[in-house]
């Protein structure tokens, strides 16, 4: 590695190409030296074909490297994947239901998924620092806090982390923790902004910087009402963007 890695990260697309594909170019236009994608793919979203295209690209074109997520799993020939999609509320199963029957059997089998990625001092993954199968959000600083010694155990002075859908960084007491802005489908009250980040490695420090896209929620919601499924899920499905 150099003294320096710029590493492109995307998390949490959704199914909403029409933020990753301007997310990308925006991504080429700047340049890095890696690519990072922290999973949850589908669901939620109407363009899951299309999304799925874009990240082959990016596989193919950028060497992106894929770490799976919790979503993700719904969609692989996985055995936890059955329970795990029984707990889900109606309206994220008929989300589920109807993105699967969009997109080629083995479509996300074929992606070259890792459980998590690591630098130096810098350790990414989708949910949090625990082991693959828990997600657990980290959404204060007081999940932060509880999480640190994760990191701290195996060795790293800083995590990234998607699956909250938030920019936030919580400095604690013996790591820093960044979580990322989702492309697809916000939930940052302060920011509905659809975001990349560009990270920074410096020898022994990170920086992490936000990278809005440009996005017309209205038109997307139009597209969401477009679809086959039942008024109360894409009501639902709605509720993230308005």
Known sequence: MSETMRIAVLTDIHALSGT?????????????????????LLTYGVQPAETLDLV??????????????????????????????????????????????????????RFA??????????????????SFGDWRYIRSIEDAQAASPALTERGYSFGIFGHSHRMRRYDCDAATIFTLASLGQPRDDQDRTPQWAMVTLDQQQVTV??????????????????????????????????
């Open 20 to 40: 990753l594909e301007p997310a990308l170019s925006a991504a080429r236009a700047e340049g890095f030296d890696a690519m990072l994608i922290l999973g949850d």
């Open 56 to 109: 082959q690209d990016a596989v193919d074109r950028d060497g992106a490297i894929l770490v799976s997520g919790n979503h993700d799993l719904l969609y692989m020939a996985d055995a936890d994947a059955a329970a795990y999609a029984a707990d889900l509320p109606d309206w994220l199963r008929e989300s589920v239901d109807w993105t699967a029957q969009r997109v080629p059997a083995g479509a996300m089998d």
């Open 113 to 130: 998924w890792r459980k998590d990625w690591s630098q130096g001092p810098l350790f990414a993954a989708h949910a949090n620092p625990y």
């Open 209 to 242: 910087a936000s990278r809005p896209i440009s996005f017309n929620p209205e038109d997307y919601m139009k597209a969401i009402h477009a679809t086959s499924m039942t008024a109360s899920t894409r009501e639902r499905l709605c509720r993230f963007f308005a």
